[in-house]
Structures are given as structure tokens and as C-alpha cells.
T-cell receptor
Framework: KAGVTQTPRYLIKTRGQQVTLSCSPI?????VSWYQQTPGQGLQFLFE???????NKGNFPGRFSGRQFSNSRSEMNVSTLELGDSALYLC???????????FGPGTRLTVT | GENVEQHPSTLSVQEGDSAVIKCTYSDSASNYFPWYKQELGKRPQLIID?????GEKKDQRIAVTLNKTAKHFSLHITETQPEDSAVYFCAASTGANNLFFGTGTRLTVIP
């Protein structure tokens, strides 16, 4: 099976702009979780979607949002970008809740 | 929310020696504890996991132990090899795919 894929792999945006990142899970996986990785804060949970419903949300401001489509693909959106949003955004897919999560390669977002 | 602490932050061992990384968690509801290995510029890779109804799990040179009473779990790597060099993350979850990660341990295996 193909692994988790994320697009784009690299992105440069300006403060105040918005950005949309995409994640395609492993075929058959219905759960997608998003994480932010930075040198200072490490790996932090953003939110998780299962069957198009957000089931859990981490401690991030409302500028961070997401959605999941009927084919399990997921997108996350960050509005009004700040310099501190520069990070590696990782998504992970799982066949169902409480199962192993497999990560995609990530999207490296740089905000200038 | 869940708080996961991980020690040490860096660890250097001679090739062939063992390495141990320890984590503690705060939420007694956590019941799933995976370990991930992340090489430079690559995605985190699941290497082993354990659930709260099990005290120990082994997979070749890698083992994980869990002490629910003390709320701590550990990763043990035996007969370390240079390719084991990477950053290792522990994590805890209540089983809803919301992983809370430790701060990572940079393991260096010296040939």
C-alpha cells in the first residue's frame, strides 16, 4: 500500500496570508490526525478527524482549522499566518481510533 | 491535558551497548504508548507500541516496558548499531488518536 502523502512538501508564505495543506491517508484508513513540529515546542497535536468528524482538538487558536472529506483525505487551514506558525506540519493516518498512526513526510511551512 | 516527560534529552552509547530512554505521563486515562524514531529530515516512524493491559513488549532488539502504577514507560534498545542513531519520541494517548509526545531523545551510537 502507498504510504501517507502530503502536499505541498514546502511552502513559503507571508504574515497575514492563509494556507491550506493536504493529506491523503493510507488506503482504507479513516482517521487522520495533524501535528505541528517545531524545534522549540516539539511535536504537538492539532486535531483528529474520523469519518469526516473532528473528534479531538489540541490547544491551538481558532486560526487553525481542518476538515475531512468522504474519501478520508484531509486538509488543514491556517488563517492570518504569524511568524510563529513556521513549522513542519505532519499528518498521520490510522485504520480506526485507537490504532497505530503512520506519519506522512510533512509540509514545511515558512512564514516570512 | 496529558503531559509527557522524556529523559534523557541526549544519549551517546558505544556500538553494541544498550540504550534506555524513559518517559512519564500524567493522565491516568492514557492507555496507548507508542515510540517513534525520527531520522534527520524524515518522518517519524513507529517502532514499537504498548497498551495499558500489557507490561512488556519485545520486537527483536527493541523492548518497551510499562508501569501503570508509577505512570512511566521505557524504551530499551540492545546491541545498538550506528543506524539506530536518531531522535526517539515517546507518546501517550487516551486511545482517540490524539498523541501527546515527549520532547525527544537524540541517540548517538558511536562505532
Amino acid at each position: 500500500k502507498a504510504g501517507v502523502t502530503q502536499t505541498p512538501r514546502y511552502l513559503i508564505k507571508t504574515r497575514g496570508q492563509q494556507v491550506t495543506l493536504s493529506c491523503s491517508p493510507i488506503s482504507g484508513h479513516r482517521s487522520v490526525s495533524w501535528y505541528q513540529q517545531t524545534p522549540g515546542q516539539g511535536l504537538q497535536f492539532l486535531f483528529e478527524y474520523f469519518s469526516e468528524t473532528q473528534r479531538n482538538k489540541g490547544n491551538f487558536p481558532g486560526r487553525f482549522s481542518g476538515r475531512q472529506f468522504s474519501n478520508s483525505r484531509s486538509e488543514m487551514n491556517v488563517s492570518t499566518l504569524e511568524l510563529g506558525d513556521s513549522a513542519l506540519y505532519l499528518c498521520a493516518s490510522s485504520s480506526s481510533p485507537d490504532y497505530e498512526q503512520y506519519f506522512g513526510p510533512g509540509t514545511r511551512l515558512t512564514v516570512t | 491535558g496529558e503531559n509527557v516527560e522524556q529523559h534523557p534529552s541526549t544519549l551517546s552509547v558505544q556500538e553494541g551497548d544498550s540504550a534506555v530512554i524513559k518517559c512519564t505521563y500524567s493522565d491516568s486515562a492514557s492507555n496507548y504508548f507508542p515510540w517513534y524514531k525520527q531520522e534527520l529530515g524524515k518522518r517519524p516512524q513507529l517502532i514499537i507500541d504498548i497498551r495499558s493491559n500489557v507490561g512488556e513488549k519485545k520486537d527483536q532488539r527493541i523492548a518497551v516496558t510499562l508501569n501503570k502504577t508509577a505512570k512511566h514507560f521505557s524504551l530499551h534498545i540492545t546491541e545498538t548499531q550506528p543506524e539506530d542513531s536518531a531522535v526517539y519520541f515517546c507518546a501517550a494517548s487516551t486511545g482517540a488518536n490524539n498523541l501527546f509526545f515527549g520532547t525527544g531523545t537524540r541517540l548517538t551510537v558511536i562505532p
